[in-house]
């Protein structure tokens, strides 16, 4: 009875195929990654010359899309083709990667609520080193204005965190127009304005702090990420927990794949 259990045994085309496609959607999604990187870094002329990736000292974005794609194209790919071949040792790698993906997430989260003013110093000097990087990448413009925009902030505790960029600092060797202002994301929209003034923060830091209220956002945006937190501390928990079922999924078919094929494995050796 034992043989013959093992002599019947097959690989169950359901799990086969669902594993599959629940990989062919990531290694889509890592190609419109990829893609979407490497054409954000050839309008930026970095394809000709990565110097300009080394030499700056804030965070490129696309440097960051480009590492998302690769991680989902790479473990899209091994998934894919585990499944499609029957592979255990693509499987075996898909499903050591995302557990260990997943560890790491936990391990963040919980890391990040033990030790929350290490992870505000952090995120402190993290700002500030982009916003002395605000002028020299258009993507990392982009992503500060419309993290100030979205979030009614400027700077990471307030507005004279801008005296960090040789543009906006208020020293007086500082030539730029833009000299003791702050970028028009940091402005109160005018609802009555429809075309966006993009200087409206110029020599808005010279005026008395009094008047700040009226013209921009004094708020810090770490100040504002922390209070956003606890008003979405839901949608937050609801996307972690989304994210950790659909890896757990992935987990699952793999691990009942690889169970499968060494089964059949098993059943031909007799």
């Known amino acids: 009875m034992h043989y013959y259990r093992y002599s019947n045994a097959e690989v169950s085309c359901w ?8 990989n062919i959607i990531f290694w889509l999604a890592g190609v419109a990654f990829l893609a979407a990187g490497l054409w954000a870094w050839s309008e930026k002329g970095v394809l000709s010359d990565l110097t300009k990736v080394t030499g700056l000292h804030g965070l490129d974005p696309v440097v960051l899309v480009l ?3 690769i991680v989902m194209f790479t473990l899209g790919f091994a998934g894919c083709v585990g499944a499609l071949r029957e592979n255990i040792c693509l499987l075996k790698f898909f499903c050591g990667a995302i557990v260990c993906i997943f560890l790491l997430e936990l391990a963040i989260a919980v890391l990040a609520f033990l030790f929350q003013d290490w992870v505000r110093d952090k995120v402190k000097e993290f700002f500030e080193n982009n916003i002395k990087s605000y002028r020299d990448d258009i993507d990392l413009q982009n992503l500060i204005d419309f993290l100030q925009k ?6 990471a505790q307030g507005p004279d965190d801008w005296d960090f960029n040789i543009y906006f600092n208020c020293s007086s060797e500082s030539k730029s127009r833009e000299k003791c202002g702050v970028p028009f994301s940091c402005c109160i929209p005018d609802p009555a304005q429809k075309v966006v003034n993009t200087q409206c923060g110029y020599d808005v830091r010279k005026k008395s702090k009094n008047e700040w209220d009226d013209q921009i956002f004094v708020k810090g945006c770490i100040l504002a990420l922390e209070a956003w937190l606890p008003r979405n501390i839901y949608m937050v928990a609801g996307v972690f927990i989304a994210i950790s079922l659909l890896q757990i999924f992935g987990i699952f078919l793999a691990r009942t794949l690889i169970s499968d094929i060494e089964a059949v494995k098993a059943g031909n050796a007799f």
């Not at 799990?15 to 629940?22: E, I, M």
């Not at 979205?150 to 700077?155: L, Y």
């Open 15 to 22: 799990y086969k195929y669902l594993l599959f496609s629940y």
């Open 150 to 155: 979205i979030n009614h902030c400027c700077g």
């Open 67 to 69: 590492m998302v794609g």
